[in-house]
């Protein structure tokens, strides 16, 4: 018994490391974009800018990974739709739940077009 106590205290730590590799990506990632963005708006000092509450958010991508193992071998049409589907919902979910729990959600698109639902996505 002991040893199984050790292997799932091992995979605890190692999907601990992959939530923060995925969560610090998904940072770097949004401010890169961010300032690339910014460049293109007129700010030549590329200010880029993300929110701490990201981290949690691109963290979770660590329970992705059966499901990028289970679908790997399917047709590429059928992964793009599972995957376009996941992440509207992570991102429709996350930004309601932000919403729910600190009155504010850091993306609005509400104020950039009329094709969103409830702002979210």
């Known amino acids: 018994m002991p040893f199984l106590i050790y292997i799932g205290l091992e995979i605890i730590i190692i999907m601990l490391i992959r939530f923060v590799i995925y969560g610090l990506s998904g940072l770097v990632m949004e401010v890169f974009w961010t300032g690339i963005g910014a460049f293109f708006n007129g ?4 200010t880029g800018h993300t929110y701490l509450w990201m981290l949690f958010i691109y963290g979770l991508a660590v329970f992705l990974e059966p499901m990028h193992d ?3 071998e399917k047709h590429l049409i059928l992964r793009g739709i599972v995957w376009i589907f996941l ?3 992570i991102e429709f979910l996350s930004g309601f739940l932000l919403q729910v ?6 993306w609005d698109y509400r104020t950039v077009t009329n094709l969103t639902f409830w702002g979210f996505i």
């Open 70 to 72: 289970s679908i790997r």
């Open 43 to 46: 700010n030549i000092a590329l």
């Open 101 to 106: 729990l600190i009155g504010y959600c850091p």
């Open 87 to 89: 992440i509207y919902t």
